[in-house]
């Protein structure tokens, strides 16, 4: 079972800065990319950031320049360095990561338990 396992949200001040730790469980699966999604009340979970195996990014566009995502594949860890927060960054984060079970036959998405980022004016 994929299991992520998620840390580092808090409350700062506008343009502070945060990071956000995901640490993936070990297993027979694969993981293809995994990424940071957040939900605003409200809102739908929107994507912020994610990154494949090989190291390809993709950011939504209200964080570009602000966020970075990397990875660490021996240790199944992702990270979202969060910088120039403002209060539209406000949401709970879900790291997320898209894997395949050995044996199955398609993979599937899952997700850890989502950690508070609040961003004060």
């Known amino acids: 079972q994929v299991q992520l396992v998620e840390y580092g949200g808090g409350l700062v001040q506008a343009g502070g800065s945060l990071r956000l730790f995901c640490a993936s469980s070990?297993?027979?699966?694969?993981?293809?990319?995994m990424g940071w999604y957040r939900q605003a009340p409200g809102k739908q979970r929107e994507m912020v950031a994610t990154?494949?195996?090989?190291?390809?990014?993709n950011y939504a566009d209200s964080v570009k320049g602000r966020f970075t995502i990397s990875r660490d594949n021996a240790k199944n860890t992702v990270y979202l360095q969060m910088n120039t927060l403002n209060p539209e960054d406000t949401a709970v984060y879900y790291c997320?990561?898209?894997?395949?079970?050995?044996?199955?036959?398609?993979?599937?998405?899952?997700w850890g338990q989502g950690t508070q980022v609040t961003v004060s004016s």
């Open positions: 997320n990561a898209r894997a395949t079970i050995w044996g199955r036959l398609e993979d599937s998405d899952y």
């Open positions: 070990s297993g027979r699966f694969s993981i293809n990319s």
């Open positions: 990154i494949t195996s090989g190291g390809r990014t």
